[in-house]
């Protein structure tokens, strides 16, 4: 099992940057596939951004392609999003995800949430 902690959100100006990051609790973080979702208010929750296990391969929607960048470090249990180039669009709940195979619909694993706000 893993339990997982975002942290990083909170505001910036269009064209900005921000770095979030996820900490996993255990140290079977690395057999996992993580990713983010993100959730604006009175909307559904948005797959962002996955990384497989090792960290070799990632995969983006075409929103944030180019200006996200997903990544992890297995030996400090944690993952992060960096975000640059940020759009008022991107508002929204960020969510850090972890599933045994893919997160991209269903992951099993959920943080907290953190809040990103893009406005000038």
């Known amino acids: 099992q893993v339990q997982l902690v975002e942290s990083g959100g909170g505001l910036v100006m269009p064209g900005g940057s921000l770095r979030l990051s996820c900490a996993a609790s255990g140290r079977i973080f690395s057999t996992y596939p993580m990713g983010w979702f993100r959730q604006a208010p009175g909307k559904e929750r948005e797959f962002v951004a996955e990384i497989n296990r090792s960290g070799t391969s990632t995969y983006y929607i075409d929103s944030v392609k180019g200006r996200f960048t997903i990544s992890r470090d297995n030996a400090k249990n944690t993952g992060y999003l960096q975000m640059n180039s940020l759009k008022p669009e991107d508002t929204a709940v960020y969510y850090c995800?972890?599933?045994?195979?893919?997160?991209?619909?269903?992951?099993?694993?959920w943080g907290q949430g953190t809040q990103v706000t893009v406005s000038s």
């Open positions: 995800t972890a599933d045994a195979i893919s997160v991209v619909h269903t992951p099993t694993y």
